[in-house]
C-alpha cells in the first residue's frame, strides 16, 4: 500500500571515497577508540551522544535532531566478507551486488525496470551529478542526469549537447578499464546514451517550484534542492541518486572529514524542511552509503581504506533507531586492522526494496541477507 496515496520514493545519498565510520558513530565510552585515534579522536565532551555507548561526530547536529525526532536508522557494521579495500572495486560490488564478479547491471537499475518495466516514464529515475552511477545501469532502463537543475534549462542547444557529451565521456572513462572495449563496453555507452534521455522534462521544475528554505550554498546542498524541486513538482519520479565526497581522508581529515559532514548534514536537514513545509516527505526515505569504513588506527594525519561501515536511512517512514552491532574494537577482533562488517549490505537493500519499494528483493541482490526492521509496518510499495 502506498503511503498515504502516493507511491514511495528512495533517495540514494552516496558518501564516495569511503567514510571513516570510526570517527561518524563514535563509541566514545570504548578506551580502543582513543587508543587507536591519537591524532582524530574526538573529545567524549565534544560527541553528540546518542545513547549510553554511541554518539555522533559533532559536526552532524542536523542529524542528531533527526535522530532524536525518531526519522533515523543508522545500521551498524555494514559490508560484506572479504573486503577488497580497493574504492573501485567495492564501490563496484555495492553497486551491482556482485562480490565474486564484474557486474554490468546496477541493482537500482534492476528495482527501476520493476517499476517502469517499458520505460514510459523518462524520469522515473534521477541522478543530480556528473557522469552516471554504476547502480542505475540495467539494460533498458532510462536515467535522467542533470549536474546542475538551475541551470540545465537556461543552456541553449549547443551547451546541453556539451553538458551531454562530457557526461557521456566520464562515465565511459570511469568503466572502461574494468570492463573494456567490445560488446559490454557498446551496452555500457548505449545505457549512458539512455541515460540523458528525459532530462529536459525536468526543467519545468525550478518553474514550479517555491520554498521558504534556504539551503546553504555548497554543492550538496544543491544537488538536494533538485531533488526536492523535482519531488514536489510531481513528474513521477521513484528513484533519486546524488553523491558527495570525496571521503578518501589518507590525509588532512582533521579538516576534511567534518566538513564534509558539516555540509551533509545541514543539506539533509533542509531537504527534509523543504519536504515538510510542501507536504511531501511522508512517501520519502533517504539512503546513506559510502563503499567501505576507514582503518581503526589513524596514520597521524588521516586514515587509510578499511573494511566494516555504517550506512543511515532517514524519514518519516523508518522506525529511527541502532540496528545490527557496533563491531568488536579490540586488537583481536580486528582483520588487518579493520572493524568486521556483522550486516551484509544486501540485507540493507532487501529491506529498503522489499519493506519500503514493495519489490522482491532476492532477484535484484543476487540472494536472500538478513534483513534489519528499521521501515514502519504499515506499508509502501510500488
Same mark, same amino acid.
Given at each position: 500500500?502506498?503511503?498515504?496515496?502516493?507511491?514511495?520514493?528512495?533517495?540514494?545519498?552516496?558518501?564516495?571515497?569511503?567514510?571513516?565510520?570510526?570517527?561518524?558513530?563514535?563509541?566514545?565510552?570504548?578506551?580502543?577508540?582513543?587508543?587507536?585515534?591519537?591524532?582524530?579522536?574526538?573529545?567524549?565532551?565534544?560527541?553528540?551522544?546518542?545513547?549510553?555507548?554511541?554518539?555522533?561526530?559533532?559536526?552532524?547536529?542536523?542529524?542528531?535532531?533527526?535522530?532524536?525526532?525518531?526519522?533515523?536508522?543508522?545500521?551498524?557494521?555494514?559490508?560484506?566478507?572479504?573486503?577488497?579495500?580497493?574504492?573501485?572495486?567495492?564501490?563496484?560490488?555495492?553497486? $551491482?551486488?556482485?562480490?565474486?564478479?564484474?557486474?554490468?547491471?546496477?541493482?537500482?537499475?534492476?528495482?527501476?525496470?520493476?517499476?517502469?518495466?517499458?520505460?514510459?516514464?523518462?524520469?522515473?529515475?534521477?541522478?543530480?551529478?556528473?557522469?552516471?552511477?554504476?547502480?542505475?545501469?540495467?539494460?533498458?532502463?532510462?536515467?535522467?542526469?542533470?549536474?546542475?537543475?538551475?541551470?540545465?534549462?537556461?543552456?541553449?542547444?549547443?551547451?546541453? $549537447?556539451?553538458?551531454?557529451?562530457?557526461?557521456?565521456?566520464?562515465?565511459?572513462?570511469?568503466?572502461?578499464?574494468?570492463?573494456?572495449?567490445?560488446?559490454?563496453?557498446?551496452?555500457?555507452?548505449?545505457?549512458?546514451?539512455?541515460?540523458?534521455?528525459?532530462?529536459?522534462?525536468?526543467?519545468?521544475?525550478?518553474?514550479?517550484?517555491?520554498?521558504?528554505?534556504?539551503?546553504?550554498?555548497?554543492?550538496?546542498?544543491?544537488?538536494?534542492?533538485?531533488?526536492?524541486?523535482?519531488?514536489?513538482?510531481?513528474?513521477?519520479?521513484?528513484?533519486?541518486?546524488?553523491?558527495?565526497?570525496?571521503?578518501? $581522508?589518507?590525509?588532512?581529515?582533521?579538516?576534511?572529514?567534518?566538513?564534509?559532514?558539516?555540509?551533509?548534514?545541514?543539506?539533509?536537514?533542509?531537504?527534509?524542511?523543504?519536504?515538510?513545509?510542501?507536504?511531501?516527505?511522508?512517501?520519502?526515505?533517504?539512503?546513506?552509503?559510502?563503499?567501505?569504513?576507514?582503518?581503526?588506527?589513524?596514520?597521524?594525519?588521516?586514515?587509510?581504506?578499511?573494511?566494516?561501515?555504517?550506512?543511515?536511512?532517514?524519514?518519516?517512514?523508518?522506525?529511527?533507531?541502532?540496528?545490527?552491532?557496533?563491531?568488536?574494537?579490540?586488537?583481536?577482533?580486528?582483520?588487518?586492522?579493520?572493524?568486521?562488517?556483522?550486516?551484509?549490505?544486501?540485507?540493507?537493500?532487501?529491506?529498503?526494496?522489499?519493506?519500503?519499494?514493495?519489490?522482491?528483493?532476492?532477484?535484484?541482490?543476487?540472494?536472500?541477507?538478513?534483513?534489519?526492521?528499521?521501515?514502519? $509496518?504499515?506499508?509502501?510499495?510500488?
Amino acid at each position: 500500500m502506498a503511503r498515504n496515496g502516493k507511491p514511495p520514493v528512495l533517495v540514494v545519498f552516496q558518501l564516495t571515497g569511503g567514510n571513516d565510520y570510526f570517527n561518524t558513530v563514535i563509541p566514545y565510552t570504548d578506551g580502543n577508540y582513543y587508543d587507536n585515534r591519537p591524532t582524530l579522536q574526538v573529545a567524549e565532551d565534544k560527541v553528540l551522544k546518542l545513547d549510553d555507548k554511541l554518539g555522533l561526530h559533532p559536526t552532524m547536529g542536523p542529524i542528531k535532531e533527526l535522530y532524536e525526532k525518531g526519522m533515523v536508522a543508522i545500521v551498524n557494521g555494514v559490508g560484506y566478507e572479504n573486503s577488497p579495500r580497493s574504492h573501485f572495486r567495492s564501490m563496484d560490488i555495492w553497486h $551491482t551486488c556482485e562480490p565474486d564478479k564484474v557486474g554490468t547491471e546496477g541493482w537500482l537499475g534492476r528495482a527501476v525496470k520493476e517499476i517502469d518495466p517499458k520505460s514510459e516514464n523518462p524520469v522515473t529515475c534521477v541522478n543530480i551529478g556528473q557522469g552516471l552511477p554504476r547502480a542505475l545501469v540495467a539494460p533498458g532502463v532510462s536515467v535522467a542526469s542533470v549536474a546542475d537543475l538551475s541551470t540545465y534549462g537556461l543552456l541553449t542547444s549547443i551547451e546541453e $549537447t556539451e553538458q551531454r557529451d562530457k557526461m557521456l565521456e566520464r562515465f565511459a572513462n570511469m568503466y572502461a578499464q574494468a570492463i573494456g572495449t567490445g560488446p559490454v563496453m557498446d551496452y555500457i555507452g548505449q545505457t549512458g546514451l539512455d541515460a540523458l534521455k528525459g532530462a529536459d522534462i525536468l526543467k519545468i521544475a525550478p518553474e514550479r517550484y517555491s520554498s521558504n528554505v534556504e539551503y546553504a550554498s555548497a554543492a550538496i546542498s544543491k544537488n538536494l534542492r533538485d531533488v526536492a524541486m523535482i519531488h514536489e513538482a510531481d513528474l513521477g519520479t521513484r528513484v533519486f541518486y546524488t553523491q558527495l565526497g570525496s571521503f578518501d $581522508t589518507h590525509a588532512a581529515q582533521a579538516s576534511s572529514h567534518p566538513k564534509l559532514w558539516n555540509d551533509a548534514s545541514i543539506a539533509i536537514s533542509d531537504f527534509f524542511d523543504d519536504l515538510r513545509e510542501h507536504d511531501a516527505d511522508d512517501n520519502v526515505v533517504m539512503f546513506l552509503f559510502s563503499e567501505f569504513g576507514r582503518r581503526v588506527r589513524d596514520n597521524g594525519s588521516g586514515t587509510d581504506h578499511g573494511a566494516a561501515g555504517v550506512t543511515f536511512v532517514i524519514g518519516r517512514n523508518v522506525k529511527g533507531g541502532m540496528y545490527s552491532e557496533y563491531p568488536e574494537t579490540n586488537a583481536a577482533a580486528l582483520q588487518q586492522g579493520d572493524l568486521v562488517p556483522n550486516q551484509d549490505f544486501r540485507g540493507v537493500y532487501s529491506t529498503i526494496l522489499e519493506d519500503w519499494m514493495g519489490m522482491e528483493a532476492a532477484p535484484i541482490v543476487n540472494g536472500h541477507f538478513e534483513k534489519p526492521a528499521f521501515i514502519k $509496518t504499515n506499508g509502501g510499495s510500488s
